[in-house]
């Protein structure tokens, strides 16, 4: 009896402990397997880093307390990156950091400076590269209510899906004048005969068919999972033909190959498209910024280069009233990792005043709740967002666009959010 008595409470000791210190998430054969108390690691991030992240954690536990009760919680392990990083430890970017988010698979994280004349060249895409996060996912959506600067903005219902290593972003830069500099342009003249003025910077752009197959192929897959109409590349290949056009033809080669009763191509469509198959499409970049506000509705899931990808997110989260209401990740769909991300920069200006939209940091917790499995919390979170912007109690961004707001605090926001998903 004693023995039966002592294994109960060695039982309960056990997994008060796991509650408290959380497990890991797994990875394998392409799933995620996530635990019922999963450790979570987060970076606030700098300036306005901490006001948003103290708004972005309460919503995202309150989420996951109303649909669980205690069953199910998110035990959050703080890392550093940043200022607070350098403070510490003088290094942007502790190895420490990139370890916990290898070794716990999914995070998220704040706004990170990008140091000034020395160490790192942006923190975030030094993040990206390190742990190969080669897909930037970037969904965008209209909330009703939200001030935006075009006429039918709930037309905008996109997931752009943005190559993340490589393009231009890989830092292959040379500065003028350098050493190196002359002796690369010297050798683009004599093998190549290239003439570029002397006083040129020089920059490398890499595509690969590596990079760009698997940045496609997510895209495909997220289109199929979630029954989206269509998968838009959006390319500049009538000018680059080498780089941007070589990825536009490997994503058409990709959907033959591969997705061949799943898809079906622009090329063999006669009127319109078969309701039971995504189309796959293309568009210069150029046309598509002007098609994006002509006519929005055409455009569904985007697959796109780096630098593209860059452009696109910003201005199509202006449509639905910027890159404020807009979430991010950062996935490696082969390897098993994730980093959900705020959008935006640090606004230094306004770091420890309690007043900027913690929006795009809680949306980002909601796309990771998704992410996980946990989409009954996800949708409570966005459906509190739009029930309190439809209050018009809101931070001080929307209210100056807002006829009848009520200006209120990030903490303020953050608590109305969960009010509303009561």
Known sequence: MKQARRKVLKETREQGDTVKTGQKIEFSNGEFKVPAHPIIPYIEGDGIGPDIWRAAVRVIDQAVELCWHDSRRIVWKEVLAGEKAYTQNKNWLPQETLNAFREYRI????????????????????????????????????????????????????????????????????????????????????????????????????????????????????????????????????????????????????????????????????????????????????????????????????????????????????????????????????????????THGTAPKYAGLDKVNPTSFILSGAMMLEFMGWSKAAKLIETGLEKTILSKKVTYDLARLMPGAEEVTCSQFGACICDNMK
């Open 107 to 342: 995070g998220i994280k704040g706004p990170l400076t990008t140091p000034v004349g020395e160490g790192i060249r942006s923190l975030n895409v030094a993040i990206r590269q390190a742990l190969d996060l080669y897909a930037c996912v970037r969904p965008v959506r209209y909330f009703p209510g939200v001030p935006s600067p075009v006429r039918e903005p709930h037309k905008v219902d996109m997931i752009v899906f943005r190559e993340n290593t490589e393009d231009i972003y890989a830092g292959f830069e040379l500065e003028k004048g350098k050493e190196q500099t002359r002796h690369l342009l010297d050798h683009l003249f004599e093998a190549y005969g290239w003439r570029i003025r002397e006083d040129s910077g020089i920059g490398i752009k890499p595509i690969s068919e590596t990079g760009s197959r698997r940045l496609i192929r997510a895209a495909i897959n997220y289109a199929l999972r979630y029954r989206r109409r269509n998968v838009t590349i959006v390319h500049k290949g009538n000018i680059q033909k080498y780089t941007e056009g070589a990825f536009r033809k490997w994503g058409y080669q990709l959907a033959k190959e591969e997705y061949a009763e799943q898809t079906i191509l622009w090329e063999d469509v006669m009127d319109t498209p078969p309701k039971d198959k995504i189309l796959i499409k293309d568009t210069i970049a150029d046309i598509f910024f002007q098609q994006a506000l002509t006519r929005p509705e055409e455009f569904d899931v985007i697959a796109t280069t780096n630098l593209n990808g860059d452009y696109i997110s910003d201005a199509l989260a202006a449509q639905v009233g910027g890159v404020g209401m807009a979430p991010g990740a950062n996935i490696n769909y082969q390897s098993g990792y994730a980093v959900f991300e705020a």
